[in-house]
Every structure is written in C-alpha cells, then in structure tokens.
Nanobody, 122 residues
Framework: QVHLVESGGGLVQAGGSLRLSCAFSGRSVSNYAMGWFRQAPGKEREFVAAIRWDGTTAWYGDSVKGRFTISRDNAKNTVYLQMNSLKPEDTAVYCC???????????????WGQGTQVTVSS
C-alpha cells in the first residue's frame, strides 16, 4: 500500500520561500513519476510540477515556472518542491501524487497525499 505524506507548508509573506516535502512509503519511489498539484478555495485543481522517475526531466505549470523547483531523492523516498518568490496567488493546499505515467494531467496519478496548506500573505 503506497502512502504519501506532505509536510513543510505554512504561512509566509509574499516574496518568501517554503520547501515542501513528500514522503513516499510502501514501495520504492524510484518506480514512479511524481507530481505536485494545488487547489485554492473555489478554484479547480492546478498542475504545479512533475518529475520523471529518474529525476532527469521536470515540467512546471506556467504560473510557477522560474520560481518553483521540483526535485527527488530516491534513496530517501522523498520528493521536494522548493518554492521561491511566493505570491498571494500561490495560496492553496498542495498535494503530491505518484504514478507510472510522467504527465501534467492529474488523472493518471494513482496515489495522492492529503495535502499541506500554503498561505502567502501580502
């Protein structure tokens, strides 16, 4: 049974940084592509970033490109999302996801965490 747990969310001022972590357990994370998605109140879920199983390729949503960086440490079964130059519009619940397909679409991801709240104050 795969289990994903996010951490690192919190309250930060605009322009600040946060680093989210996603701990993966139950199987080896090295077999999975990993993604980060976010959802703000009243809005649809939005793709943030994804990384290939071997870490060689990463994709980003247009709204975070150049500010966020996704990375992974397969030895630690952990995926990270470094978020810099945060804006109030980045406020959302951030969820990590694991799947066999490397994609920006949410549907193909098989496993999801519960999410961590990120709040950016202006």
């Amino acid at each position: 049974q795969v289990h994903l747990v996010e951490s690192g969310g919190g309250l930060v001022q605009a322009g600040g940084s946060l680093r989210l972590s996603c701990a993966f357990s139950g199987r080896s994370v090295s077999n999975y592509a990993m993604g980060w998605f976010r959802q703000a109140p009243g809005k649809e879920r939005e793709f943030v970033a994804a990384i290939r199983w071997d870490g060689t390729t990463a994709w980003y949503g247009d709204s975070v490109k150049g500010r966020f960086t996704i990375s992974r440490d397969n030895a630690k079964n952990t995926v990270y999302l470094q978020m810099n130059s945060l804006k109030p519009e980045d406020t959302a619940v951030y969820c990590c996801a694991a799947g066999r397909l490397f994609t920006i679409a949410a549907g193909p991801y098989d496993f999801w965490g519960q999410g961590t709240q990120v709040t950016v104050s202006s």
